[in-house]
């Protein structure tokens, strides 16, 4: 074989591995996002809401506070980090800061009650109680709305807007708003996170979890084990919330009898964020003034640890 030959298949493998690591980054924060956004990462670096004790970057097993806020749906875009803090009940505030922590800024308050928001060229998309869809500068340029709906659940990916409006029925629309289509009507939606060309969504009535192409063409049922909105889809696998077993679990998309235990948990409600090859979790405190606390474990359940306050 020439070398130049070998040189091309070299280069072509080492792109195959970017492009992989890059979906499975994307594939990360998409369903963090959809799991309030306690952690995500960046360069090398993971960020996370150590709950209600700020936010930390953690690099090398070493840890720097970064911000003692109450934080949700971090985003990094380039050196900085985009998040939601709680203003009152019905109002949060969009802010920024730099991956080291300087430079905090407030770009903006919004009237919303989903606590999700995503970035794209540009602009940060989030939920408005009053009116749909929103979008905002990242400078903090006036508001403008996409999509003038009831909203129940939202998502952008691929460029393209993906809700649940107020019939619990999957619709999709342009970035701009534009091209609005319900692609799912007779389903009781709730929670969707887009994966690849898939929409997962839990289909409350059915209690399982589905997937719906982003054409709409095409509907699978995934789980009848996923049993409620708890779940995150990270590249084969679905991680989701067992609530009769009190379990964090873990499944192989496509095949249901390949289930793997994670972690015990002792609340009935969690949220499973993904970083690297660890699970972040919220469980019950240790400390009896708090309510809950995180803890990250091994996404093959080795390894479980409550994170140090």
Known sequence: MKKSLKIIIVCAIILIVIVGIWKQFKQNQNGNLANMGFVCQAKGVIYYHKYEKGIFAVKNAQETNLTDETAYSLTVVDNKIYYLTVADFNHVVIKSMDTNGENLKEIGTIDTSISKIFIEDDFIYYANNQNGIAKMGINGAQESVVITANILDFHVANGKLFYIN???????????????????????????????????????????????????????LVSVLV???????????????DKQNSKIMRM?????????????????????????????????????ARTYQMYRVKINGKQAMPIEY
């Open 252 to 288: 192989k998309i496509g095949k249901s009898s390949q289930c793997e235990e994670i972690v015990p948990i002792t609340i009935a409600k969690t949220k499973i964020n993904i970083a690297g090859d660890e699970l972040y979790y919220l469980d019950k405190s240790q400390d009896e």
């Open 227 to 241: 049993n409620s909105d708890i779940y995150n889809v990270s590249g084969k696998y679905v991680y989701y919330l």
């Open 166 to 220: 107020d019939k619990n029925q999957i619709c999709k629309a342009d970035i701009s708003g534009e091209n609005e289509l319900v692609l799912q009507e007779n389903v009781n939606a709730k929670k969707i996170q887009v994966v690849d060309s898939w929409i997962y969504y839990y289909n409350e009535t059915e209690n399982a979890l589905f997937r719906l192409q982003e054409k709409g063409q095409k509907t699978e």
